[in-house]
């Protein structure tokens, strides 16, 4: 990336909004998108900048990441098989979605932020929360409070970056770059101690998430279920059957009066 890039990237672009808007959001269903990069990189790019606009750069990359979020729910609850299929189909994908059921039953909205900031773990969790029909009302949230603080988080990270190396911005990027990998390998740490420590003491959890009977019963069982809500959406779509129609066991009961 040329320097000639940097100063592209400045509040006076439309450039500079977009790729603030669309990386993210791009991210959650292709993690191979650097967005964490590129908002590092409009921070480093607008270092120098007091203009008030700058806000509403940060403001289009939490936008994208929300949207990206909620784009993996979204997809998770309405083609839950594809989903599974296409992310969790090989014995890695299911140890790290039977980590990502368990941990959110454990944590719940604290995982949903937290992993915004684990590099992988965002798209697990958003697709699992989709799949096991992980309440809305709390998912929402959580992903707006995740997207703001790791916008502001990234961009501030770059424009400190900027700020340190004005006049050679490639620096600044590599060294604010660096120091998302090192928060990203504190907070894994932090977990590991955390999960150490809880072992310790009696909480037994399991070194590789889903390596225990139970993890792998308890996910056969949630994809039964969710297969079958896609199944009986499916049916409700096609036929109503209306208030006065009377099958199955209701049929039984209503025999056994009428004797």
Request: with cysteine.
């Amino acid at each position: 990336m040329p320097v000639s890039v940097f100063t592209s990237l400045q509040v006076d672009s439309v450039i500079s909004y977009l790729v603030a808007l669309l990386l993210p959001a791009l991210d959650a269903i292709f993690p191979v998108v650097p967005s964490e990069t590129v908002v590092i990189a409009l921070g480093v790019a607008t270092a120098g900048s007091t203009d008030p606009r700058i806000a509403l750069l940060v403001a289009c990359a939490a936008a994208g990441a929300f949207l990206g979020d909620n784009l993996c729910y979204l997809l998770g609850r309405r083609f839950g098989p594809a989903m599974q299929r296409r992310f969790f189909s090989t014995p890695k994908g299911l140890r790290t979605q039977a980590w990502a059921e368990r941990s959110l039953d454990r944590f719940g909205t604290q995982l949903i932020v937290v992993c915004r900031f684990i590099p992988g773990g965002r798209t697990a969790v958003t697709l699992t929360c989709g799949l096991t029909g992980y309440p809305r009302r709390r998912f929402v949230p959580a992903t707006a409070a995740a997207a703001i603080l790791w916008a502001l988080y990234a961009f501030f990270i770059g424009r400190l970056g900027g700020r340190a190396f004005e006049h050679d911005p490639w620096i600044g990027l590599a060294i604010a770059f660096g120091a998302t990998i090192v928060i990203s390998g504190v907070i894994e740490l932090i977990r590991r101690i955390v999960r150490t420590s809880r072992r310790h003491a009696g909480q037994v959890e399991p070194d590789h998430a889903g390596q225990d009977q139970h993890d792998r019963d308890e996910l056969g069982r949630r994809h039964h279920v969710a297969e079958e809500d896609h199944a009986d959406g499916r049916r409700s779509r096609g036929a109503d059957s209306g208030p006065d129609c009377v099958g199955g066991s209701d049929l039984e009961v209503a025999q056994r009066d009428g004797q």
